[in-house]
């Protein structure tokens, strides 16, 4: 039995999730916090939610952080800011007693959780999006360049997409469709005009996300404009596929396994066959394949490459079971 314990911390815009894995695959503890993203929370908030997840996770699992072989911390927007990232990569050190660890773009944990640790490209839309690939020891991203200017695809942007066609229903410059009365109802909304006061208010990017699941259900209520929304939002994604393609340097005729994360990939076939059909378009060689393992997980698993440790495929596949029944 390999009872060498590795820590995966996957963050994100809207939930952060603690696991610890033995080398055996197996799922010895796991916790869900609240949002680590530090644009939003600042770094004193950042610390805050990863001392108390470890605590909670440790306290589960019954051992204290010295019994951590190695860790990965995936953190949202790590990378992005030259100046803050020693900051960002110096916080577990106080909180784990050790530096038996790894920080990175919560971005690593998807990919390494989606292809179960091999070459390939994964698209992450949740609350943002981006792609990120290795390949030969390679490695590139598209994408994740924010809410203001970028994260086409993202459940922001289809809520905020979804929002505008509100408004312009409303106002009469597009026919009324499901997508009105569903916005209207679920919003508690008197009058169209109070939608500015229920999204005005709202003070994190997360609260804006949320609102994409109605998009989807206006969809399935036949509103084609809405469906519209989730065909450009899988062209945006296939793009991002795409783009890092290109930057690997995969060959004419390489196979490239693409697989995706994230709440938006939630809609399923809502959101999967369009992708397919778009990948067609940008990336001709890319075969789509569902996720192995959960970010979280895959944190876990960068977490035993990291130390010389790497899960064998039996153990992959137990704790792919393992996650499947959590």
């Known amino acids: 039995m390999n009872r060498a314990l590795f820590l995966g911390v996957d963050g994100g815009g809207s939930k952060t999730h603690f696991v610890l894995v033995d080398g055996d695959g197996n799922l010895v503890a796991a916790h869900q916090g609240p949002s680590c993203y530090h ?173 994409a699941p109605l998009v989807a259900e206006a969809v399935r209520a036949g509103d084609t404009l809405a469906g519209g929304i989730f065909d450009e939002a899988a062209r945006e994604l296939a793009a991002l596929a795409g783009a890092v393609r290109q930057a690997l340097g995969f060959g004419p005729g390489d196979p490239v396994a693409v697989s995706y994360s994230g709440g938006v990939f939630n809609g399923g076939a809502l959101i999967l066959e369009p992708l397919r059909r778009h990948l067609a378009e940008y990336c001709g060689d890319c075969q789509l394949r569902p996720p192995i393992l959960p970010p979280s997980a895959g944190a876990a698993l960068r977490a035993a490459k990291l130390a010389g440790q790497p899960l064998s495929a039996a153990a992959i596949a137990r704790l792919a079971a393992s996650c499947s029944r959590s």
């Open 39 to 211: 644009v939003e929370i600042g770094i004193d908030g950042l610390r805050s939610v990863l001392a108390d997840g470890l605590a909670a996770l440790f306290r589960q699992a019954a051992i204290d952080a010295s019994a951590v072989a190695h860790a990965f911390f995936g953190l949202p927007a790590h990378g992005e800011d030259g100046a803050l990232e020693p900051l960002l990569d110096a916080l577990p050190e106080p909180l784990l007693g050790h530096r038996r660890y790894a920080c990175g773009n919560d971005m690593v944990c998807a990919f390494a959780g989606s292809l179960g640790g091999e070459d390939g490209i994964n698209i992450v839309a949740g609350t943002g999006s981006i792609g990120y690939g290795e390949w030969h020891g390679k490695s590139a991203r598209a994408g994740g360049w924010g809410e203001i200017f970028g994260d086409e695809g993202s459940a922001y942007w289809i809520a905020v997409q979804g929002l505008s066609i509100f408004t312009r229903m409303s106002d009469g410059r597009l026919p009324r469709g499901p997508l009105h009365a569903t916005l209207r109802k679920s919003l508690g909304l008197t009058v169209d005009l109070d939608l500015c006061a229920k999204t005005m208010s709202a003070r994190d990017r997360g609260s804006i996300a949320a609102l």
